[in-house]
């Protein structure tokens, strides 16, 4: 959709950015609707003013003790940290592999750095998570070296799928260092701080750029890695700024009949007329709850956006704000369409010309531990859609290992 981005065209879409960042300031509050279409008037909170909690970015301390007991009693919890631990990402002998500029391109081309940086990200992600639960130094220090060889490196990242890439990594990032910035004495301050002006200048500039034009699951995950990583800078604005982005989004990508006859636009693009929106929805001309934007493309893509939006929820649901609350009937009717038919459920003619591309990866574990665990609603069939995967663990991008940390971890 894109190629290679030029000055001009950065700048452009950094105004861009702080026009709809200052727009969305001025947004008053919408509706939702329930599963019948009958829409509910939702309050939205202000964060609290006071500091971040930490660590409380995708998983908090309470769910990382919770954890702990867990796989040290054994049962289903052990046979998954089994897994992680025995990854190529739990290796002690794992190797980063930084790159000064990562070249991500959007076609066929090869890229420069991209695989190695998503991978390392979620290997320092692993092993920070093997160091909380084992108490084992020596992870400790494998994901404290993983992220200082990064930081120590790498300066930008170019080619159209730039945003995209950071955002990946970037979500991967910041879990990796909230765990180990205030769970681990032996990280060295200088590094940290280091680290810190590498998510803010190589990561946080990048996936703050808003791309409303492009498929919606760019800006879910580039706002899940300017959430992730304004939290571990403890940084107000950054956070808000996401926030507001999420409120604009996630509406967008998700349909529900309080909607009106077609889905909202994205904010802030050039997608405006009935014909321009049925084609951004890939040719899809009758809409249902739930139905995502990228519904008609694949489910691949629509796992990844409902795994960013959640996490976006997540990590500010630890920091006292229920954005759950705000979206929840959008989520909850995306995970009952998508789950009935990644199940098998037989695909009417009006629903993409009858054929769905059904490859939804590990990506509803965060989404389902709220609302079957925290909120005591059934979905009993996204739930048997991320029994079925539990055994993937990661798709290597930005989500892993979320059904040991979250699976009935309230």
Same mark, same amino acid.
């Given at each position: 959709?894109?190629g290679?981005?030029?000055?001009?065209?950065?700048?452009?879409?950094?105004? =861009?950015?702080?026009?709809?960042?200052?727009?969305?300031?001025?947004?008053?509050?919408?509706?939702?609707?329930?599963?019948?279409?009958?829409?509910?008037?939702?309050?939205?909170?202000?964060?609290p003013?006071?500091?971040?909690?930490?660590?409380?970015?995708?998983?908090?301390?309470?769910?990382?003790?919770?954890?702990?007991?867990?796989?040290?009693?054994?049962?289903?919890?052990?046979?998954?940290?089994?897994?992680?631990?025995?990854?190529?990402?739990?290796?002690?002998?794992? =190797?980063?592999?930084?790159?000064?500029?990562?070249?991500?391109?959007?076609?066929?081309?090869?890229?420069?750095?991209?695989?190695?940086?998503?991978?390392?990200?979620?290997?320092?992600? =692993?092993?920070?998570l093997? $160091?909380?639960? #084992?108490?084992?130094?020596?992870?400790?220090?494998?994901?404290?070296?993983?992220?200082?060889?990064?930081?120590?490196?790498?300066?930008?990242?170019?080619?159209?799928?730039?945003?995209?890439?950071?955002?990946?990594?970037?979500?991967? $990032?910041?879990?990796?260092?909230?765990?180990?910035?205030?769970?681990?004495?032996?990280?060295?301050?200088?590094?940290?701080?280091?680290?810190?002006?590498?998510?803010?200048?190589?990561?946080?500039?990048?996936?703050?750029?808003?791309?409303p034009?492009?498929?919606?699951?760019?800006?879910?995950?580039?706002?899940?890695?300017?959430?992730?990583?304004?939290?571990?800078?403890?940084?107000?604005?950054?956070?808000?700024?996401?926030?507001?982005?999420?409120?604009?989004?996630v509406?967008?990508?998700?349909y529900?009949?309080?909607?009106?006859?077609?889905?909202?636009?994205?904010?802030?693009?050039?997608?405006? =007329?009935?014909?321009?929106?049925?084609?951004?929805?890939?040719?899809?001309?009758?809409?249902?709850?739930?139905?995502?934007?990228? #519904?008609?493309?694949?489910? #691949?893509?629509?796992?990844?956006?409902?795994?960013?939006?959640?996490?976006?929820a997540?990590?500010? $649901?630890?920091?006292?704000l229920?954005?759950?609350?705000?979206?929840?009937?959008?989520?909850?009717?995306?995970?009952?369409?998508?789950a009935?038919?990644?199940?098998?459920?037989?695909?009417?003619?009006?629903?993409?010309?009858?054929?769905?591309?059904?490859?939804?990866?590990?990506? #509803?574990?965060?989404?389902?531990?709220?609302?079957?665990?925290?909120?005591?609603?059934?979905?009993?069939?996204?739930?048997?859609?991320?029994?079925?995967?539990?055994n993937?663990?990661?798709?290597?991008?930005?989500?892993? $290992?979320?059904?040991?940390?979250?699976?009935?971890?309230?």
């Amino acid at each position: 959709m894109s190629g290679l981005r030029s000055n001009g065209i950065r700048l452009l879409l950094r105004l =861009t950015a702080l026009t709809v960042a200052l727009l969305a300031t001025l947004t008053s509050p919408v509706s939702l609707a329930d599963a019948a279409g009958t829409a509910e008037p939702v309050v939205r909170q202000s964060a609290p003013a006071r500091g971040f909690k930490h660590p409380g970015v995708l998983v908090s301390k309470a769910q990382l003790n919770r954890l702990r007991k867990r796989v040290k009693a054994g049962g289903e919890w052990r046979s998954s940290f089994v897994a992680m631990r025995h990854s190529r990402y739990g290796s002690l002998a794992y =190797t980063a592999m930084p790159v000064r500029v990562v070249e991500c391109p959007p076609d066929d081309r090869p890229g420069y750095g991209c695989v190695e940086e998503r991978q390392d990200a979620i290997a320092a992600y =692993t092993q920070a998570l093997l $160091w909380y639960i #084992t108490r084992d130094r020596a992870h400790a220090r494998k994901a404290v070296q993983i992220m200082d060889a990064w930081s120590a490196v790498v300066r930008d990242h170019t080619e159209g799928n730039a945003g995209l890439q950071a955002a990946w990594a970037g979500s991967s $990032w910041a879990r990796a260092a909230e765990i180990m910035r205030h769970t681990y004495g032996g990280w060295p301050r200088n590094r940290v701080r280091r680290f810190a002006g590498m998510l803010r200048t190589v990561y946080l500039r990048e996936v703050s750029v808003t791309a409303p034009d492009y498929n919606g699951n760019w800006d879910l995950a580039m706002t899940d890695a300017a959430m992730g990583i304004s939290v571990f800078l403890d940084d107000r604005r950054g956070f808000d700024r996401a926030v507001r982005r999420f409120r604009a989004r996630v509406p967008a990508y998700f349909y529900l009949k309080s909607d009106g006859p077609l889905p909202k636009r994205p904010p802030g693009g050039h997608i405006r =007329t009935p014909d321009r929106i049925r084609d951004y929805w890939f040719g899809q001309r009758r809409f249902v709850n739930g139905l995502g934007q990228e #519904t008609c493309r694949n489910f #691949t893509h629509v796992g990844y956006s409902l795994a960013a939006t959640a996490h976006i929820a997540e990590t500010a $649901w630890h920091q006292g704000l229920d954005l759950y609350g705000e979206v929840g009937k959008r989520m909850q009717a995306a995970l009952a369409l998508h789950a009935r038919y990644q199940l098998g459920a037989d695909v009417p003619r009006w629903l993409c010309g009858g054929n769905l591309d059904l490859d939804m990866g590990p990506d #509803t574990e965060v989404a389902l531990n709220h609302f079957r665990n925290r909120r005591g609603v059934s979905m009993p069939q996204a739930q048997r859609v991320a029994q079925r995967l539990r055994n993937v663990g990661t798709d290597d991008l930005f989500v892993a $290992w979320e059904a040991l940390t979250h699976a009935k971890n309230r």
